[in-house]
């Protein structure tokens, strides 16, 4: 049971827009800044956004993450083939004093 | 370039001890927390703990506090993580990544070394 939720699964045609959630508390995601990994099949997770809403040199801007009291998202516009992965979410949640993950959620491109 | 390097797949028996390695390269190893990530087989991410180089400062999220130990060495910039008796439930790739941000309420993990497989089976 991760402490924070996410959906296991979300998908979209190649051109459409998808978003995907992670939800927790007031220790973790409303009190701190959001993170979120992309693995792509077979390799090691990559940055994707970090401090909720930043993306790291070389990453597409048509992925963006955003945050609204305890719940945070991450979406990707235009989806491309590509972009299939599974997607977490983490933060560091103060009452357990180190970070956590979502449990992940797949991203199937139809 | 900043890079993390593990070391190879492991396959060991059940009560067997076992360290694997993460070198950092590219960067000021001792300046920069290291952490390490649990994946067990078709699982999600788990997050096992975190260590400071320059003061060796480990912290451990409860699933993993005194099941594992993480050090490191900074005279050969690498990190370590050690089972001193391994068990079937084990079995998972281990992955290490450096920490960034201003301060650990607000970190992130960037880069990722590239996994080590372990394998526990009798």
């Known amino acids: 049971q991760s402490v924070l939720t996410q959906p296991p699964s979300a998908s979209g045609t190649p051109g459409q827009s998808v978003t995907i959630s992670c939800s927790g508390s007031?220790?973790?995601?409303?009190?701190?800044?959001v993170n979120w990994y992309q693995q792509l099949p077979g390799t090691a997770p990559k940055l994707l956004i970090f401090?909720?809403?930043q993306r790291p040199s070389g990453v597409p801007d048509r992925f963006s993450g955003s945050k609204s009291g305890t719940s945070a998202s991450l979406a990707i516009s235009g989806l491309q083939s590509e972009d299939e992965a599974d997607y977490y979410c983490?933060?560091?949640?103060?009452?357990?004093?180190?970070?956590?993950f979502g449990g992940g959620t797949k991203l199937t491109v139809l | 370039e900043v890079l993390l390097l593990q070391s190879g797949a492991e396959v060991k028996q059940p009560g067997e001890s076992l360290k694997i390695s993460c070198k950092g390269s590219?960067?000021?190893?001792?300046?920069?927390?290291i952490g390490w990530v649990r994946q067990m087989p078709g699982k999600g991410l788990e997050w096992m703990g975190i260590?400071?180089?320059?003061?060796?400062?480990?912290r451990y999220t409860t699933s993993f506090q005194g099941q594992v130990t993480i050090s490191t060495d900074k005279s050969i910039n690498t990190a370590f993580l050690h089972w001193s008796s391994l068990k079937a439930s084990d079995t998972a790739m281990y992955y290490c990544?450096?920490?960034?941000?201003?301060?650990?309420?607000?970190?992130?993990?960037?880069?990722w070394g590239q996994g080590t497989l372990v394998s526990v089976s009798s």
């Open positions: 990544a450096r920490v960034r941000g201003p301060q650990l309420k607000t970190n992130w993990f960037d880069p």
């Open positions: 590219g960067y000021s190893f001792s300046g920069y927390w």
């Open positions: 260590i400071y180089p320059d003061t060796s400062e480990t």
């Open positions: 007031t220790s973790n995601i409303g009190s701190n800044t």
């Open positions: 401090s909720t809403d």
């Open positions: 983490a933060a560091w949640d103060d009452s357990l004093n180190c970070g956590v």
